[in-house]
């Protein structure tokens, strides 16, 4: 039973890398993707209606520490 649900567990997770890294860009929870809030610029995406991914941001947080260690 508990091996099982960590093997589901593990699956999602390895998913959602696979998404992040595949589809870095999310659709904007804040405009639902339109760029427009509030008959304004969303600005928690710049009117783009798109954002970085919280598993993209973490993959280049990690790809810049190393890089920035080996140098
Ligand atoms: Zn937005």
Known sequence: MTLSLAATAFSLAV???????AFPYGR????????IRGGTYCRRCDGSGRRVRLGRRLHDTIRAEYRRGTK
């Open 28 to 35: 904007c929870i804040w405009c639902r993707g339109d760029g």
């Open 15 to 21: 998913a959602y890398a696979l998404r992040c890294w």
